[in-house]
């Protein structure tokens, strides 16, 4: 039940928030930009079903000078009835660009729990340094780096016992968005996060899209998703379809 509410809570806070970089340059009129995608897959045979449902919901508020982000992404499969994924994160960051030509501020707070990685849960909290390698209006790259502290509860194992931890990291991000024709959107964003204190522990993050516009505000959309986490052992890749709905006002 406390298990239930915990998931009702995370839902609902996903269909209030979510969240995106806001991509190119604002003017001072506050800008808000609301997106949401809705991908997976089923198979059914003789032998059983498998299936896998991925939701994503983001938000931004921007200003020429500063942009406010949150992000919300759900997971959830099972294979031939055991359960696979139940993948929750959620996310929120700024960005300052009070700074010099094409570099920004970012800060950042994010929680994490996953049963594919063997996540009871995960915090991070940070900040850093970017830099728009390219900005343009159908082409947008972004190179960023910083600090991030972690604190995390990963699942019990026979040789290891209680995974309880506190750790500090390099978070390095590569962040592209190009849009063809005002009709194909390929965008994506990857993370590489070592431990200051041991270079062998370090996170994979990667979320790349296809994008199809049918409409000004909604897409046919691909996307495949890469996660490894060396601290588990574990890894995840997930390519699913499906529909993204989308909105600047």
Known sequence: MAESRVYGFAFLVTLMLGAVDCLGQFSDTVNYYINFASTGNINKTND??????NNNLRYSISKKSISL??????????????????DFFSGLDF?????????YYWGLGSYEK??????NHRLQTGAGIGY???????????LSDGILYEKGDLYDGPETGNNEYEIFRNSFRLKFRFIIRGIVVIEGSDFLQHALSDRKDYIIKSNTSLSVKLKKWLSLTSAVVYNKLIATGRENLLVTYGITIERYF
């Open 69 to 86: 982000n949150t992000t919300n992404s759900w997971m959830y499969g099972k294979q031939l009835g055991n359960l696979t994924n139940n």
């Open 114 to 119: 996953s049963v594919s990685l063997k996540i």
């Open 132 to 142: 728009n390698l390219v900005n343009r209006k159908n082409a947008l790259v972004i």
């Open 48 to 53: 059983g079903t498998s299936y896998l449902l």
């Open 95 to 103: 960005n300052l660009y009070k700074t010099l030509y094409n570099f």
